[in-house]
Nanobody, 115 residues
Framework: VQLVESGGGLVQPGGSLRLSCAASGFTFSSYDMSWYRQAQGKARELVARISNTGITTNYVDSVKGRFTISRDNAKNTVYLQMNSLKPEDTAVYSC?????????WGQGTQVTVSP
């Protein structure tokens, strides 16, 4: 089982990034997928979640209207489009796959928002 995130980097405030999480080794289309983030010295928080079919999405209030989670089950990939980025969005972003008690995590990708 592998979850590999990509797309992180350094961006100026107001900019955009698109994170990807490529999955392998399990039946991706059966799993709900989520993006979490952890800023230095802070607890990990759930940013966005998408159901296995892609029909249902949920977001933490701080990113509503700015971030969009989506998935392509044919490509076994989940995305996080991040627009209007703010310095407080700086964190390591990780994806998680979950189906009942089965849970897998990626290693994370750093997003830094700074002038």
């Amino acid at each position: 089982v592998q979850l590999v995130e990509s797309g992180g980097g350094l961006v100026q405030p107001g900019g955009s990034l698109r994170l990807s999480c490529a999955a392998s080794g399990f039946t991706f289309s059966s799993y709900d997928m989520s993006w979490y983030r952890q800023a230095q010295g802070k607890a990990r928080e759930l940013v966005a979640r998408i159901s296995n079919t892609g029909i249902t999405t949920n977001y933490v209030d701080s990113v509503k209207g700015r971030f969009t989670i989506s998935r392509d089950n044919a490509k076994n990939t989940v995305y996080l489009q991040m627009n209007s980025l703010k310095p407080e969005d700086t964190a390591v972003y990780s994806c998680k796959a979950q189906w009942g008690p089965y849970m897998y995590w990626g290693q994370g990708t750093q997003v830094t928002v700074s002038p």
